[in-house]
Nanobody, 123 residues
């Protein structure tokens, strides 16, 4: 069993930055592939970024490429999502998740989820 706790969300003006953290419990974090998703009101949950267990492979949805960066610190059992140049359309609840196998763009590919952290970008 893995527990995930996200933090770092908040209210920011367009063009601003936030750093989201996802702290994981459990001894398997360092061998787990991870993902970040987001869900805006009345929209489906959307893949944002993924990272493999080593940090050597990352993948992003097209809309955040060049603005968001996913990283991890296995010594701290934490995965991060740096959000730069934020836009109002980035407003959503952001979730981290542990992949069942490889990094996937689909929520069904993830076994454990955090409770989410709200990011609100004002125009």
């Amino acid at each position: 069993q893995v527990q995930l706790v996200e933090s770092g969300g908040g209210l920011v003006q367009a063009g601003g930055s936030l750093r989201l953290s996802c702290a994981a419990s459990g001894r398997t974090f360092s061998t787990s592939n991870m993902g970040w998703f987001r869900q805006a009101p009345e929209k489906e949950r959307e893949f944002v970024a993924g990272i493999d267990w080593s940090g050597g492979y990352t993948v992003y949805v097209e809309s955040v490429k060049g603005r968001f960066t996913i990283s991890r610190d296995n010594a701290k059992n934490t995965v991060y999502l740096q959000l730069n140049s934020l836009k109002p359309e980035d407003t959503a609840v952001y979730y981290c998740a542990v992949a069942r196998n490889g990094v996937s763009r689909y929520s069904a590919g993830y076994a454990y989820w955090g409770q989410g952290t709200q990011v609100t970008v004002s125009s």
